[in-house]
């Protein structure tokens, strides 16, 4: 609709429903609410007309402890709300709902914490004056403190918001949060204390931006301090925190220093817990990329260990950030230890853990030049045992996808071993090599190794006559590679 006409309309039809706002039929309020919803949206409806005729009502009206109690209410509530928000500003709907934080009601104040989060996320906190600015935070520490009911996300996702949204405005209020937090981590309470360690996590960057780095420090030893939690969701928390503080602060500053929080690591990699295993990996890998130098060589071999048997979590991260560290570990401390450990690995009976295990080799190569992998890699291709020898294939497959046109230093030296396995019996053996045969073309098109690609073609070529559809798969591939690198002429 024309602007003008919305806006002629929109106040026409305001007096029905602010007569309607009354109105005790709980499906009329949720109708009454789309409607206010609408029309606030609307081009041509302006903040002040909103602001004087339509928002005293409904703040009247609507923002009542029973609204917070049925589930489709609150958040049709909370929808308008934010759609009011967009139109007249983040400061009057904050103002007026700010005082809501501290309500006996916990429904209520969970309502109030949601609309704010979402209002603050939208729009920013450059409107909120010093006053309103206090009353904020006084507010959602007590709502933050004074929860008792389960659903721990929205008053996590508000406090985060509004942290967040006032950066460096934060600073003066810091030392009071901390507190808050550091008192919560002590709770008899498990979900209590995960939450405040998530909440560490939330706000750390902002504690950053507000150059609290000693109190970040100070944080990062109380929950050192707490790495021997017993219940696993709380760990995982824990360590969530442990690495955003690590992310912000550096290694350098780190306290206390990474070459002690390491080792309180290692045993933690045991836990067969998904979120304790996912934030443990994430958090040594973070130390491995950036801090290796701090740990001894022994500590990060112990590791190497540990981390073969996260190879086989069920979690398809876990397992990627897993064998990311394997590829910081071997360019801290040379990748001679860690492919042995690697190569001992292939020899295992579940296939997922060889895959990985594959993987892993590859990205090793990738980190540390191939030449430093692909001799030992080839030596292991003699031992007579099939798990080995595709490892072995799978390994050169992704080493080649990963390092691309860098594969034409090495093309005539695994032709040979290529050859062999392209004239196995055993039908996987052809598979993988034809698989491997079309990363190294594609990786090297153009690049004039067509001599050798043209005589690896002769041996890929026979098996055209594959019945097993994953073998015709792969040997279909390996030719459409070896069109790109050859061209359709012949030479």
Known sequence: MDAVYASYYTKEVMYVLIREFQSPDEEMKKIV??????????EGVEADYIRSDLLPEFFRNFWVRRMALDRRNYRQLVETTVEIANKVGVADIVGRTVEDLKDESEPYRRMVMETIEKVVANLGASDIDARLEELLIDGILYAFQEQTSD??????????????????RVKPYLPQICGTIKWRLNNKSA?????????????AVVMKQCQEEQLMGHLGVVL????GEEYPEVLGSILGALKAIVNVIG?????PPIKDLLPRLTPILKNRHEKVQENCIDLVGRIADRGAEFVPAREWMRICFELLEMLKAHKKGIRRATVNTFGYIAKAIGPQDVLATLLNNLKVQERQNRVCTTVAIAIVAETCSPFTVLPALMNEYRVPELNVQNGVLKSLSFLFEYIGEMGKDYIYAVTPLLEDALM??????RQTAASAVKHMALGVAG????????????????????TSPHVINAVMEAIEGMRVALGALPF
């Open 33 to 42: 609410l789309k409607v206010v919803k609408q029309c606030v949206s609307t």
């Open 151 to 168: 659903d721990a996300n929205v008053m996590l996702n508000g406090f985060g918001a509004v942290v967040n949204s006032l950066g460096q």
């Open 191 to 203: 979900k209590v204390r995960q939450q405040a360690a998530d909440l560490i996590s939330r706000i």
């Open 224 to 227: 050192y301090e707490y790495l």
């Open 251 to 255: 290694m350098t500053k780190m306290t």
């Open 424 to 429: 196995d019996r055993d039908l996987v053996h």
């Open 447 to 466: 690049l004039g190794c067509e001599d050798a690609l043209v005589h690896l073609l002769n041996y890929v070529w026979p098996n055209i006559f594959e």
